[in-house]
């Protein structure tokens, strides 16, 4: 048979459609191959009976494609298409066509924000706001363009749009507050791109603050929110966006951090959708509501460079869209003004949609917002979505955070300062005149978000230029810190500057900042630290002639101290309310290379002052739920009859619940025996020894541990006994360690300090290897609590978690509780290979790229402390000296029967002493509950003033997944009303107050939040 030299190669229909008059024609591209000299020739075109002849002019040799324009109708249909020369046919082809979508496609123009990395986050604060100046000009240009070309923007990260509003005039911020309201600029809810399993249970929500006092300040809509660049999110963001209101998240997750290396994405595509298009599902969250999930594929955004470009770029994705099989007519792609994160916005969109919708019917590009576009896909639903819920585990940010792990330990232990600091303030704003800091609250949540956001420095990180970023970024931390303190510390001291004393002794007033009853330790320093405000305050002279002005630590006065001369005189600690004397130790300083806070700082100063190297512990019984409980400290020689289990011998360490035995080679634990359980709870079979220190190298996954050590015997006395552990190991040239038993708690305690070196690409571990067989796993994420493997997207890493204040492995029989202060990454089950992406991991480590598990062998938990693999964003090394926190117990039953929520909260919020001396006309008693909760599986989050100053809001966390009717007493307030608010204190419905008494629902792991109006 005689080869074809004239003939139709392909048939391809297109997306594109014009409008000729009332008809709608669809775009066909014929591919039509000469391989002979150049001819006339002509196509016909027949659909049933209906033919049309079109003339395509000489064909030159070689390959043409030719767009011709046939009905668009909505039915299936056979299409003939005959190639003629001289009107003889040469070839002819059919196909069948499939109705073609209408595709509108929403572009949304954003920037994506990062608070540095282009440059230092003071720069691009200042160069956001030339962005908005510019926005609002674009709005003006185009007011008279046709609708969809107006230009539109979303914010999509509030922090650039409330300083622009703060350095702008009314004028400017009027024309904003209009362009809003007409839906040409969409501001959505969430302050930052957020490394949300980082961020502190009531952090998350105050995360949503900031565009919500927009809110009511303009009268404006919120009703969106936006993330991207981060692989992952937190589950409790889901019901953190729902119950504010927020219907609608908009996630650009960034497929291209595993595709280049053609890895394990970040969820199963078979079983959730697809990560090559965008895609639509419910996110249900852990009390049961939903938010409409929009994938949107980050660096998978649409540029609008020029028409031709946007031709060929915009066929490219909506035949994407068509191969897999996308099920709505209306889609959305994000657009840049640049190709670089914090980019400027361009006028050339509204342009070129402008030209683009002149010549075709569809695809129609509109210029939207979140908000118009989510609107148009919900009217094409009709249940077609898939419900997922569970956490999604990042791969790459949480582990970014611990690159900097003092700092990161810092701002942890700083989210639940900060809440006990609000509570108290707020308390003391009312039972005394202590005026609320507002304000200055307000800037300690910034500096907090700031310092969980996902950027943590340049994109090159080695210069001056990195020294500037990262040197704001660790000052967030640092704020946040010192901040939280004050706040903290002066409103204490307001509230016992109101407890009645009749005598001219100290007291020691024991604060706790929790919801439930507590006997816990208390350790006070005979020199506290001092907060970051010194304010001013009169005071009469020596002889009462004339005032002067002077400072003080405390407002009105100084920080009272305990005298450290009654060491030698000797003293008593009474409890005032059984007048009973309690048993305590006093602690000296030995050693500057103590694994405590501050340890090298207080010895330096205490060859000068030996009151910094002292401090006082003694257990507190049954202080009262978010309250305190007084102990008056007499003069007395007489020695009391105590008696302690303590037991310390060269490698062990024993108390009345446990025995702990030390490896005399290495200081590493090899046997816990619970005495109650009559149970060892050191896996002996393991890899890594307990405790265990591993420096693991990146490149080769080569590991190294602590070799030698040095054991002594730490503290000895009534309340505690410890053993000191000094070694080093790769990366750290010196490692203290403190194992801690307590005479009467049921707790062990390990401190670990550890002192980092400029050694890069390392990866740092301490190994907890418990021995459970069948072992489970919970653990409590932001606003969450969480079974891994079981409450995640399906296929998500499973190599580590985010913990916040607890995690515990169990089983039929025993569990065991473990809480880590300052090091938010645990791995369950061993030591894996890793997940940090190929964006961000500097070399490739050993075993990147594995299967993720589908099942725990061993009860096992690592806490990953430090990488320094990275190659931009996060540090590649960092020398700093680091103190992490551990405290465990074990229990039978599991998390619920032994209330491990309360044990990781009573850890991660210690009491709180505070030191009072002298005659006190106050209005509250030496022991006092400011707030009393009837259920123990509901959590107290926060109580603040409301944002609108209508009266104060408490908010409440329940723990065990339980739908619960709490009652809460407020026995500080006079309540005239109650209102049940929505996370943004938005009144829902009015609530019942009989007797002082606040009955309110509460939804299994729901969060509720109410207004209190009080008569004070």
């Given amino acids: 048979m005689e080869e074809k030299k004239f003939y139709i190669e392909t048939i391809k229909p297109t997306v594109f459609c014009i409008r000729k008059g009332d008809k709608l024609l669809r775009g066909v591209d014929i591919s039509i191959k000469n391989l002979d000299r150049e001819i006339k020739a002509n196509l016909i075109i027949k659909t049933g009976s209906q033919k049309e002849n079109i003339d395509l002019g000489l064909i030159e040799k070689g390959k043409k494609i030719y767009r011709v324009y046939i009905p668009d109708t909505c039915r299936v249909y056979k299409e003939q298409f005959l190639l003629l020369v001289n009107g003889r046919i040469e070839d002819r082809k059919s196909i069948f066509l499939k109705p073609q979508k209408h595709y509108k496609v929403y572009l949304i123009h954003y920037s994506h924000h990062d608070l540095g990395y282009t440059d230092l986050p003071s720069n691009v604060l200042d160069e956001y706001d030339s962005f908005y100046d510019d926005i609002l000009r674009f709005c003006d240009k185009t007011e008279k363009f ?291 800091p507002e304000q200055y609250i307000e800037k300690i949540y910034k500096n907090l978000l700031y310092y969980d956001m996902h950027c943590f420095g340049f994109h090159n990180i080695v210069g001056p230029a990195e020294d500037g970023s990262w040197s704001e970024k660790s000052n967030f931390a640092y704020k946040a810190q010192a901040f939280s303190y004050d706040v903290l510390s002066k409103s204490l001291n307001k509230i016992v500057d109101e407890i009645r004393i009749n005598d001219n002794d100290y007291y020691i007033v024991v604060f706790n900042p929790l919801s439930f009853k507590r006997t816990d330790i208390v350790r006070v320093l005979f020199k506290e630290h001092s907060p970051s405000g010194l304010p001013m305050h009169p005071e009469l002279s020596d002889d009462g002639s004339y005032s002067k002005s002077v400072y003080g630590t405390a407002i009105g006065r100084n920080i009272i101290n305990l005298p450290i001369d009654i060491l030698k005189k000797g003293f008593e600690i009474i409890d005032t309310e059984t007048e009973e004397s309690v048993p305590y130790q006093i602690v000296k300083l030995k050693d500057p290379k103590s694994p405590s806070s501050y340890a090298s700082e207080r010895y330096a100063l205490g060859q000068i002052d030996k009151s910094y190297l002292f401090e006082l512990v003694f257990i507190a019984k049954d202080v009262p739920s978010f309250g305190y409980k007084s102990y008056r400290i007499i003069p007395s020689k007489k020695k009391r009859d105590f008696k302690s289990s303590i037991a310390l011998s060269n490698t062990s360490l024993e108390n009345r619940f446990y025995k702990i035995t030390l490896d005399s080679k290495t200081g590493s634990i090899i046997s816990i025996y619970d005495k109650e359980l009559e149970r060892e709870l050191v896996d002996k079979k393991a890899p890594h020894k307990f405790n265990q220190f591993i420096a693991r190298w990146s490149r080769t996954g080569r590991e190294d541990t602590q070799k030698k050590a040095v054991i002594k015997k730490g503290e000895s006395g009534l309340i505690y006994g410890s053993l000191i552990v000094s070694t080093k190991g790769a990366g750290c040239p010196q490692i203290t360690e403190e194992i801690i038993l307590y005479d009467k708690v049921k707790r062990i305690d390990i401190l670990n300090r550890i002192l980092r070196d400029s050694t890069p690409l390392l990866e740092m571990y301490f190994s907890f290897p418990f021995l459970l067989k069948n072992p489970n796993f919970k653990f409590e994420g932001t606003d969450s609590v969480i079974e891994p493997l079981k409450d995640q997207f399906p296929g998500s890493n499973t190599d580590y978690y985010t913990i916040q204040n607890w995690a515990t492995v169990y089983n039929e029989e025993i569990g065991i509780t473990f809480s880590s202060i300052e090091a938010p990454i645990v791995e369950f089950g061993g030591l894996w290979p890793g997940y940090v992406s190929g964006a961000h991991h500097c070399v490739t480590p050993k075993g990147y790229g594995h299967k993720f598990l589908n099942k725990f062998t061993k009860g096992h938990i690592y806490s990953y402390i430090i990488n320094n693999n990275f190659r931009t964003n996060f540090k590649n090394t960092q020398v700093s000296d680091c103190l992490f926190r551990y405290s465990f117990t074990s229990h039978r039953g599991d998390w619920r029967k032994s209330k491990s929520y309360q044990f990781g909260w009573g850890i991660h919020n210690p009491l709180i002493p505070v030191c009072i001396k002298g005659k006190k006309e106050g209005i509250l008693k030496k022991s006092m509950s400011f707030c009393q909760v009837d259920k123990p599986n509901v959590l107290f989050l926060t109580l603040k003033e409301a944002e609108n100053k209508d009266g104060l809001i408490i908010r409440f966390i329940e723990t065990e997944g339980k739908d619960t009717v709490v009652r809460i007493s407020l026995p500080f307030l006079k309540i005239k009303k109650v209102y049940q608010t929505n996370l943004m204190e938005e009144n829902q419905k009015r609530i019942s107050v009989e007797k002082n008494i606040i009955k309110i629902p509460i939804k299994g792991f729901g969060i509720a939040t109410i207004r209190i109006q009080n008569g004070q």
């Avoid at 998350?204 to 300040?217: N, Q, T, V």
């Avoid at 460079?305 to 792609?333: A, C, H, R």
């Avoid at 009217?379 to 585990?393: A, C, D, I, N, R």
């Fill in 146 to 436: 046709p609708e969809e070309a107006k230009f539109r923007y979303v914010v999509e990260q509030s922090w650039s749009i409330v300083h622009f509003i703060e350095n702008r005039p009314k004028k400017i911020i009027d024309k904003l507050v209009r362009y809003i309201k007409e839906g040409r600029i969409e501001i959505t809810a969430l302050y930052g791109n957020l490394i949300t399993e980082v961020c502190g249970h009531e952090e998350l929500i105050r995360a949503l603050y900031p565009s919500f006092k927009l809110k009511r300040k303009y009268n404006i809509p919120i009703s969106s929110a936006e993330h991207n660049d981060i692989p992952g999110v937190s589950w409790g963001l889901a019901k953190i966006l729902a119950n504010s209101g927020i219907k609608y998240f908009s996630p650009g997750l960034p497929l291209w951090y595993f595709s280049k290396d053609n890895i394990h994405p970040f969820w199963d595509e078979e079983k959730v959708i697809s990560l090559k298009i965008p895609g639509a599902f419910r996110w249900k969250s852990q009390d049961g509501k939903e938010v409409l999930f929009w994938y949107d594929i980050h660096e998978g955004e649409l540029y609008l460079w020029n028409y031709n470009q946007v031709l060929n770029d915009l066929s490219d994705k909506l035949n994407l869209l068509e191969k897999y099989n996308y099920p709505f007519s209306v889609v959305s792609y994000t657009v840049r003004g640049g190709e670089r994160d914090n980019s400027p916005p361009s006028l050339n969109l509204s342009l070129i949609v402008k030209e683009w919708n002149e010549k075709w019917a569809f695809p129609k590009l509109i210029l939207s917002t979140n908000n118009l576009f989510f609107k148009e896909l919900e009217k094409e639903l009709k249940g077609k979505l898939k419900v997922f819920s569970g956490e999604l585990p990042d791969t790459d940010y949480n582990i970014g955070a611990i690159s900097t792990a003092k700092e990161t330990g810092i701002n942890r232990a700083t989210h639940n300062i900060l809440c006990s600091a609000e509570k108290f303030a707020t308390v003391a704003s009312v039972v005394s005149n202590y005026p609320y």
